[in-house]
Structures are given as C-alpha cells and as structure tokens.
C-alpha cells in the first residue's frame, strides 16, 4: 500500500505514504492506486466528500523524474495517450460530484500542486519550509497535469505566467496571499480539522469553471469564466501576453521551447473551456516532453547533477572521510570564500594570511555575506555568529595544527605555493590531504613541492565562491585514490557539486573555456563585426558574450597564459589569442574591466559599451558571415576541445564533462553540456561540420580519426 484510505465522519480520507519511494511522487505505482482510491470513494454512496493529504513530510513532491525521462523516449502518441489519461484522473476528481479538499502539509511541486488544483478547496499547513509551486519548466517542461489552464484561472494570467514560466516556489504564507491556496492551518490536527469541515459544509462544490447551465443541466459549453485580472482579449491580457513573450526571447533566446509552449498554452486554452482547454495542454505537453531539450535537461542537469553530487566520481572502496577542521592560506578573494562555504557547513576553519590583519579582512567576507543574507531573511543573527565563531585568524601557522585538509589560495605564484606547502604541510593531522586552488598551474609540478605527493590535490573553485556550485578536483601524477575521496567528500559536505579530472595544462574548466574567448578573438581577427561575435555568443546560450567575458578574466591574464603555453612550446608565437591580447596590454594598455578599457569601454557613469577604436586595429569586413556560422564557430571550439580533453584522458567520464562545462562556464544546458552536443546536433552531422569548419578556419577544429570515433560511442 503507498496510499491509505480510510472513511472519517462520511469523508474519504486518501492519505499518500509511499513505501517503494523516499517521497511522495506520482509514478507507475501510485497514480493507479490513487485513482482506484478515488474510483472507491465516487462509488460509495456513505461518502459525502474526500480529503487529501499524506502522513509523510512532504504532501506530494512531484512526478517521478524517471518516468518523465522514459516519456521523452517513447514514441509521441504514446506520450500522448499517458498524458491524457493523467489528466483524465484530475477531470474526474472536479466533476465527481462530491467536495475534494486538498489538505496540503508539506511541499506541493508539480504534479503535486496540481492534484490540489483539482480539488475545490485547498488548506496548506503553515511551514515555513514547505515549498509550493509549478517548477517543470526548470525541466524542460510545461506543468501536464492541467496546471497552465487551472492555476491562471484561480489566481489570474499574470501572476500564474511569472510562477510557470520561471518556474518559481513559494512557501504557504505566500501562497496563500497569491491566492494559490484558500487557507493556512497552524497543526496537522487544524488542517485536517479544517478540511473535514469544509467537505461537509459544501455539499455541492464545483470548480467555479465548471458552472451548470440552469436551462440545459450541463456545463456551460463555452469558457465562461472570468478570469481574475483580465480574460486572454482585456488590455492587461494583451499586455501579459506581449510582454511576457519579449521577456522569454531575452531571457531564452528561443533555444528552450518550455517557456514559450506554456505561454501558448494560457493563451489558447483560457480561450476555451476546461475540456479542450485540457485537450491544448496535452497537445502541447508531448510537444515538450519530447524534445532534446527536455532530455538534458531532466538527463543531465537533474538526474546527473544528482549523481554527481552524490560523488559519482569518488573512488570506491576507499572508508567515508570527515573533514573537521579546515586550513586556508591566503585571505584574498577566493580563501575567504572557501572559508565562509566551509564554515557554512560546519567546518572548523582556520584562515591564514601573512597579517593578522589580512587575515580578518578575509573574515570580513562572510561578516558581509551574513548581513546580506539576515536582510533577505535567509538566515538569523544568531546563525551567523554561530558561523563566524568557527573561523579562527591567523598568521601563524602552528595554528594549522591538526587540520584534515589544507587548501592553499596564495597569489598564484610557483615558488610561493612551493613555500606554503612546505611550511603547512607538516601541520597537518594524520592522513591529512593539501590541497591547491590554482587556476592554472599544473598539479603535478606543484606536487614536487611536497613531502606526500600522493596527499598532494587541486581543489579548483570558481569565483565567487558561494555562488558557483562546481568545484574541480584534479589528480596530479602521484595523487591517490584516498586524497581524491578525502576531496569529494568534502566538496559534498560543503554541498557544492564535485568533478574529478586528471592534470592537464587550464585542467579541464579553464582549457575548454579559454576556447570560447579565444574563438571570439579569432573571429575578430576575421574581421567579423564585435557586436556581431557578442550577439551571437548570447544567442547560442552562453551566458556572455566571448570579447566581455574576456574583459572580465582580464586581458593580461590571457596574455600571461597564452605567453606561458608558447615558453612551454605549447603553442606557437602565431598564436591569435597571444598577438590580439599582447597588442591589447602591451601597445594599448588595455587590460579588460580591471582598468576599465578592454575591448569594452566602461564609464563610470553609465553601462559598458564595445570601444569604438577597435576597428582602426581589427577592422570589420565588408561581408559578414550568418550569424548561425558564427554561434557554430563558438560552440563547437568549446566541444572540440572537450572531445580532446576525453580523448586524452584528462577527462575521466563524459557525466564530469557535460556538468562541468554547464556549471563552471555556462555552456548551454539545453545542449545537455559539450559532450551531449554531438548528439544533441546530430553525431553524424557533428563530424562533418567539425571538418567543414577546419577546412574553412584552421586545424583547431579538426579531430583525428579516433577523436570521431570516440564520439560515436559518446
Ligand atoms: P588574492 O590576491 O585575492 O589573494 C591572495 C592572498 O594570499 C592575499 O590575501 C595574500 O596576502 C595572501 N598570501 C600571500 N602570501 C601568503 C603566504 N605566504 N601565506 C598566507 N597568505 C599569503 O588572490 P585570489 O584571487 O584569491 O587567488 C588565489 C588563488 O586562487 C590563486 O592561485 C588563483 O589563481 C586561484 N584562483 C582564483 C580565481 C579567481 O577568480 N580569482 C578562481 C580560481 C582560482
């Protein structure tokens, strides 16, 4: 049994409490249970009404995501015929005849707050943690289960299109003001109470859309109801409409259907009344649940996410590590991230800098971060010295004593990092690990610094810290499976999503994303419009354009990088990234946002715009190319290069490539990540575009014949 029915004062009480699931869900097991529960409960004429509820924490979380998953596989019509029958069990709930009330105790996501749409009434316990909502899209989806056509007629277009569309969850109290819930209970005694109650004091509930035509005894055939706010034809419903299409191109550029699909579904659907306005959900249901899009983003930004996060990458067989006590050296911008997500979490930290001073300017981070988050109401007072309590200052480091593991974040210099490992090394606790958050410096190399190699790992984070949720664990020659595990754990404990790689010049993250803003120079270079290079970037899903972002790395850090790979024989003097950024830095003296001349101007009084003289040095060609050739030039450097980094090993699986390249850079998670793309595009036309483009633009697109045939397997 997942769902229990029993029969109360006359009302049916149908309570979820999934044994074959850690929550609550609608799947294979349930959904035809429940409808049998309420098939029991029309049927009994001693049944007045029905209540329900669930004895679990959450009301119902959702739908199960591997079903949705298996959807995107199956042909449409079977899609189709799943999806209609769905919704077939909530149609029949509001026409039942009998009162339904939703008593909501928990988190109602989904297909979860949709049951509660059905119903007549809804009474949500007040917890604070309880989050309410319609977040499918954030999956590639629409809400299927006739949410896009009850919930704006409950709560109005407007208000129904921002929740949906961005998929957004609120808690009770806010719910309950949107009006997405009729009433808030303060117990579970008082919610049942409340909902008992209800059932029977209204005999003879129906949805407001569901109005019996006094002449004829059937529902009214035509959409009669008004909507709250404004029907689809009032000037507010116009407004919605037009506006909220030009938000979603922005925001979207049209690379992810959902969005766009929900908006037409509102927009035909409330035209109509509830069955065929079902009848266009459905329609447009399969539209999205079949697409790629809609495969990413389930297969890999949730489920893979997920495993990810569950350290999919951790070595086996190696005992569970704990982290108890944490070592940062360096207080600048990244150690004082490090130990405020660390202290977060409960580690004990202690931060070290050269001054005690610089050290408690490094504390000062999370003194800031706190404040802001007491004023979102994210967190208390007392949490947040509670938290600070836990970072200790210091410039000595015989207060390393005893830490599990060292993250070193000094300037990112050789010789230095070789001087603080050894001077912290020795203070670490038995079986302890350090570790280095170089950006760009090999492991191995700064392996040779320390007295246990095989303790000896890069823990790369990205910036700012407590915003970006990937960090990179790199294997140096002589790093060992336990140091590895001691960094996944870790990284899960701080609660931020782990990869491992192997040790390779910018690692994994900084080598394939350096290709974006190298191939933003190339195309300037050829003459392409920069406005041009900057749309098109956007427009493919990068989250900024490839000459701003290059700005904000800073242009001299490329010359550095790029100057390095030439000394190391890596690259040749040719290189277009080093002559565009040497003749940038060292002619022009343009360093990228930090001196606020790059290949952007950026006044103090207004917003950032494409510096005008860059066409005396690089200038736009008469002809200018599609901007699709352009979106494919950006993209597709980016995945050559991860097939490369795969090829070479430097890259472990294809679940670290494809989370990786989405969460440390941006790359589009429609595309399900660099590794998907191929399949994403169309393997076979993948490889011949890779070769059209090197015979077109250079060899850097170019795979070798094991290259192409790796990713036929991918
Ligand atoms: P930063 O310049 O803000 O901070 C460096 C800190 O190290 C300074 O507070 C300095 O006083 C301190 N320091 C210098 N010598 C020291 C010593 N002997 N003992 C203890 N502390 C000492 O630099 P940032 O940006 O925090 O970078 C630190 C490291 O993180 C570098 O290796 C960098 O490449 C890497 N990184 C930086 C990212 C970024 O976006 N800024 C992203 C990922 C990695």
Redesign the pocket.
């Known amino acids: 049994m997942e769902i229990n029915y029993k029969i109360e004062n006359n009302v049916a009480i149908i309570s979820w409490n999934m044994t074959t699931s850690p929550m609550n869900v609608l799947n294979d097991i349930s959904i035809p249970e429940f409808e049998s529960h309420l098939q029991n409960a029309y049927a009994d004429p001693s049944v007045k009404g029905i209540v329900i509820t669930s004895e679990k924490n959450e009301f119902i979380a959702g739908a199960d995501v591997k079903m949705l998953l298996k959807n995107n596989d199956k042909d449409p019509a079977e899609t189709y015929k799943f999806s209609l029958d769905f919704n077939n069990i909530f149609r029949r709930l509001e026409t039942c005849g009998k009162p339904v009330v939703a008593a909501i105790n928990g988190t109602a996501l989904g297909g979860g707050y949709e049951v509660c749409l059905s119903c007549h009434y809804r009474i949500a316990l007040d917890n604070p943690k309880a989050q309410i909502g319609l977040p499918e899209v954030q999956l590639g989806l629409l809400p299927g289960g006739g949410g896009t056509q009850r919930l704006p007629r409950i709560i109005g277009m407007e208000q129904a299109l921002m929740l949906m569309v961005e998929g957004k969850r609120v808690n009770p109290k806010e719910a309950h003001s949107l009006g997405m819930v009729n009433d808030l209970a303060s117990s579970r005694e008082e919610l049942m109470d409340k909902a008992i109650k209800w059932v029977l004091a209204n005999p003879n509930a129906i949805q407001p859309w569901d109005e019996i035509d006094k002449k004829t005894g059937a529902i009214k055939a035509r959409e009669n109801y008004k909507v709250p706010g404004g029907n689809v034809q009032s000037p507010t419903g116009m407004r919605t409409f037009a506006g909220g299409t030009a938000m979603i191109m922005d925001k979207t550029k049209g690379n992810y259907p959902a969005p766009i699909a929900i908006l037409s579904c509102v927009y035909e659907g409330l035209q109509v009344n509830m069955d065929r306005a079902i009848a266009v959900e459905v329609r447009y249901f399969v539209k999205v649940a079949t697409s790629r899009e809609a495969k990413n983003l389930i297969g890999v930004m949730f489920l893979g996410k997920n495993e990810a996060d569950k350290g999919a990458s951790r070595p086996k067989d190696i005992p569970k590590t704990e982290v108890k006590k944490l070592g940062i050296?360096?207080?600048?911008?990244?150690?004082?991230g490090i130990a405020y997500v660390s202290a977060m979490a409960g580690i004990e930290v202690v931060l070290?800098?050269?001054?005690l001073e610089?050290a408690e300017?490094?504390k000062e981070y999370s003194r800031g971060l706190i404040k802001k988050g007491i004023e979102r109401g994210k967190t208390t007072a007392e949490k947040g010295e509670q938290l600070l309590s836990l970072i200790k200052t210091t410039d000595a480091a015989e207060d390393l004593k005893g830490c599990d593991l060292i993250i070193?974040?000094?300037?990112?210099n050789r010789e230095?990092?070789a001087?603080?490992t050894k001077?912290a090394e020795p203070m670490l606790a038995e079986g302890g690990v350090f570790g280095?958050?170089?950006?760009?410096?090999p492991i191995s190399g700064l392996a040779k610094a320390s007295a246990k190699p095989e303790n000896f790992i890069g823990i790369?984070?990205?910036?700012p810290v407590d915003k970006m949720m990937l960090v990179e664990l790199i294997r140096g020659k002589e790093t060992s499976d336990y140091a590895v595990a001691l960094a996944v754990d870790y990284v899960k404990k701080i609660r931020k999503t782990p990869i491992v790689v192997n040790d390779s010049r910018g690692f994994y993250t900084s080598r394939c994303f350096g290709t974006y803003t190298s191939e933003g120079i190339a195309l300037l270079k050829d003459g392409v419009d920069p406005i041009l290079i900057e749309n098109a970037g956007k427009n493919a899903g990068m989250p900024v354009g490839a000459l701003a972002v290059s700005d904000e790395v800073a242009l001299d850090l490329a010359l550095k990088i790029s100057g390095q790979a030439i000394k190391d024989g890596a690259l040749g003097e040719d290189d277009t990234t080093y002559q565009v950024t040497k003749l940038m830095v060292e002619d022009l003296g343009r360093l990228g946002k930090k001196n606020k001349k790059g290949f952007y101007e950026y006044p103090a009084d207004g917003k950032k715009y494409l510096w005008e003289g860059l066409a005396e040095y690089f200038p736009v060609a008469e002809t200018q190319p599609d901007i699709e050739e352009v979106k494919k030039r950006l993209l597709y450097r980016q995945v050559v290069e991860s097939i490369k980094c795969m090829d070479e090993g430097v890259l472990i699986t294809k679940l670290d490539g494809n989370i990786g390249s989405i969460l440390a850079w941006g790359f589009p998670a429609y595309a399900g990540g660099t590794l998907n793309f191929p399949d994403f595009v169309g393997t076979e036309t993948f490889l011949k575009e890779c070769d059209r483009l090197a015979d077109t633009y250079g060899e850097r697109f170019r795979l070798t014949s094991q290259q192409k045939e790796l990713v036929k397997t991918l």
């Open positions: 050296l360096g207080a600048g911008f990244m150690g004082a070290k800098d050269v001054s610089n300017k490094g070193e974040a000094v300037f990112e230095l990092k001087t603080v001077e280095s958050n170089t950006s760009t410096l790369h984070f990205f910036s």
